[in-house]
């Protein structure tokens, strides 16, 4: 056991009692045994003194020894108490790097974790979107994410890691360009189809046009004529919603405002159940000029899902009312309905809060919606679906006040509506009350095309005009102003209109196959 200092400088009393006593008794013994040996006093005394001297050096040895076994304790314990302030002060160290090191991997850590939940959640979707970018490209926008997000962890992600993200960056982005450049040449390639469809379904209702202009007092002919003209409104509908889901404009544009319940019965004629239509409400509530095709196409798409989803024996009401925010149309029909899941996914369609595109309207192609929700944004229409009254669905359509105008009483011009109804039908009348085939264009040279489902009494929904066309222009004053024309000069006019609305003729030699390629539709609302 180590001593203390104090218990070495102070040694006990038994210590300093025993050369004492023990001292003087051995110096008397060695006195008497000489002196009794017959020794001399003298040599008595120096051997007790002999034997004191040799005690004393006894006792200085020992003390000597017992000073160095306490210096060597108190050494002893001295380099114990070093070494344990230094295995403290390294255990300290220790800690400390410990910490320091385990700080530093969980801020990698966390920044490494950062980088990738940037790169997974921000970069990469990027990357993928089918949104241009507005300044620079897919590529740089992700890059300079990328350096971004670096700086923000404070350059803690190791250099091999940071060089791998930008590697899966570079990969993403040169798949998403090829991906991009796929998807637009397949979506060009989808609009070119389109417009030639569409350019040949109003070059059949032109041939259906001349063919009852040729037979006007044949009746099978000219029921023949609608329903063939009706059929090619259906093909131009769904050759129109394919361009239009292709992000691409209508390809028509009217030229006045029309009434909206001429716009449903106009709606109505691009159907296929268009009898079953029932259309009520206020008629001097029209749309501006520009928002009158695609308020017709987006109306023709929810009266084609009303009557598909209702009995085919029952009506689908419609009506139209003016509203403090605008004018709305109410479509109701009396299916089964919608449960409200389905109910709430077809509203995000349909509002245009969530875009469809060509490539998500599935194997059976469901347009209908998705097209209504493409017009909803770009025109700020607000549609939205709800469960009707009678059981099926009800579909609202609201048109903003800067899109509505109002229209002349229909007084105003009842004496020139019932001048014309008296007139007597001319041979080439009917071809005349289409656009091209009564030689009238519209102020920017496009042709005016009338369908015969929008004459009176000629057994269209509504019998209400409802062609593209000015309020002007009489079938009786068109069919004197220009013959009627033939199949290429209707399908050159066709060509013309759907080139891009710049009111230029088409060249002789163009046809409507060319016109077809080279269809992109630049009119502006």
Known sequence: MA???SSASHPRPSGLLWPV??????????????IAGGTRPGWAVAGGVAVLVLLAAVEWTRRRYRGAVAENERFREEIDERLREE?????????????????????????????IEHLVT??????????????VSGGDKARNDGDKAGRTAGGKVDEDVARGLERVRAVVAGMAEESRERQETLRLAVVALARRVQAAAHRIQEEASLMASRHPENADVLETSMAVDHSAAQQARLAQSLAVLCREWPGQQWQNPLALVDVVRAASGRITAFQRVEVAGEQDVAAAPQVVEPLIHLTAELLANATQSSPPRTKVSVAVRSVQRGAVIEIDDGGVGMDEHSLAQAREVASGRRPVGIGEVGEVPQTGLAVVGEYARRHGFGVDLMPSPYGGIRAVVLVPTAMVETLE???????????????PAAPAAPASSRGPAGGGTAPSGLPQRRSLRGRSGAGSPGGADVSPTTADSSPAAAAQAAPAPTPQQA???????????????PAPGDTAGDAGDNVRNNTQE
């Open 3 to 5: 001593r203390s200092p």
């Open 21 to 34: 006593v023990l001292g003087p008794a051995a110096a008397c013994a060695a006195a008497v045994a000489l």
């Open 87 to 115: 295995i403290q002060e390294r255990h300290r160290e220790l800690q400390e790097q410990e910490a320091r090191w385990r700080a530093l991997a969980e801020e990698r850590s966390e920044a490494l974790r950062a980088a």
């Open 122 to 135: 921000v970069q990469l979707p990027a990357l993928l979107s089918d949104e241009p970018a507005s300044s």
């Open 409 to 423: 009483p229909a007084g105003v011009n009842l004496p020139r509506q019932r001048a014309r109804a008296a007139e």
């Open 491 to 505: 399908a050159d006019w066709m060509g013309a209109y759907f080139r891009g609305g710049q009111g230029a003729d």
